[in-house]
């Protein structure tokens, strides 16, 4: 007996590719999974070209560029960088969530859209995502934790504070994050 999986447009998170260079083929596998919508820009294009990726859209102001794949569609970054020109396609045309590959990361160019569109960073050996106060996840014992943006009043349990805004899992269980900003962007590490 087989179970047929029906995904409607924009159900997945859509995916979209900076850079590459030092992303874990086997975690790109897992986001392609569902058939995401895949954004990307021409560099980065051409090599997801050669593992076979198929490209929905290219962010760029070059209308006379040539693709491999056919049926790639454009964004124009105008004004914006490539961040912000998909980002702001992106909740334009009410995506509900992307998960974002970078090389490099530049937190100033997410923090517009982070209470738009559900948003989930991999650069390097880190998942960086926002999370509102009240915010409680389960992790196992001496898993890191670290708080990219910064914050008064932070009250946590379930965490040893380590310094430099990082912090460690005390026990398998729950850890809280109560505070006063709209959002804090945090970083687990990478398994």
């Known amino acids: 007996m087989s179970s047929h999986h029906i995904v409607r447009e924009k159900q997945e998170p859509a995916l979209l590719v900076l850079g590459i260079d030092n992303f874990e ?13 895949v954004i990307t820009t021409p560099d980065t ?3 997801l070209n050669s593992f076979g990726i198929k490209i929905d859209w290219i962010i760029t102001d070059d209308d006379g560029a040539v693709f491999t794949q056919s049926d790639v569609r454009l964004i124009a970054a105008g004004n914006s960088n490539i961040t912000q020109a998909a ?7 009410n995506y509900p969530a992307v998960n974002v590959i970078t090389d490099d990361l530049e937190l100033s160019d997410f923090l517009p859209y982070a209470d738009k569109i559900n948003l989930v960073i991999f650069n390097a050996q880190q998942k960086i995502y926002p999370v509102t106060s009240g915010f409680s996840k389960w992790k196992p014992a001496d898993e890191q934790i670290e708080l990219l943006s910064p914050t008064r009043a932070l009250k946590y349990i379930g965490l040893l504070d380590k310094g430099q805004n990082r912090y460690q899992t ?5 850890f809280t994050l109560n505070f006063d900003e709209p959002f804090l962007l945090i970083a687990e590490t990478l398994n």
């Open 25 to 37: 083929e086997e975690l790109l596998g897992q986001l392609l999974e569902w058939s995401p919508t």
């Open 170 to 174: 005390t026990v398998d269980g729950f």
């Open 87 to 93: 980002l702001k396609f992106l909740t334009i045309n």
């Open 45 to 47: 294009a051409e090599k």
